[in-house]
């Protein structure tokens, strides 16, 4: 059974900085994508940023380009997102999903984690 776990999420002032976690068990890593999502309430599921697995390709959302930064590190089976320069409009419940290859519709996304609460004050 796959499951993921996101840490690191909490209460930051605008232009501050914030890095998220999100670690694995029961999980064999292959040639698979890892993204982060994040939920506003109202809203549906935004892409943010997404990885290759094996490659270290990296994809990202126009509005959060240049600001923040996904990472792997294989061994330890942990995805990350360094977010930097946190506007208002970034708040929201950020998770980790995991699916077949690059995309940015989260329904082709199989397994989330339960996702960490991201605040964002002005």
């Known amino acids: 059974q796959e499951q993921f776990e996101e840490f690191g999420g909490g209460l930051v002032q605008a232009g501050g900085s914030l890095k998220l976690s999100c670690t694995t068990s029961g999980l064999t890593f292959s040639s698979h994508f890892m993204g982060w999502f994040r939920q506003v309430p109202g809203k549906g599921r935004e892409f943010v940023a997404g990885?290759?697995?094996?490659?270290?390709?990296?994809y990202y959302a126009d509005s959060v380009k240049g600001r923040f930064t996904i990472s792997r590190e294989r061994t330890k089976k942990t995805l990350y997102l360094d977010m930097n320069s946190l506007k208002p409009e970034d708040a929201a419940v950020y998770y980790c999903?995991?699916?077949?290859?690059?995309?940015?519709?989260?329904?082709?996304?199989?397994?989330w984690g339960q996702g960490t609460q991201v605040t964002v004050s002005s």
């Open positions: 990885i290759r697995w094996g490659s270290g390709s990296t």
């Open positions: 999903a995991k699916g077949n290859s690059y995309d940015t519709n989260p329904t082709s996304f199989r397994s």
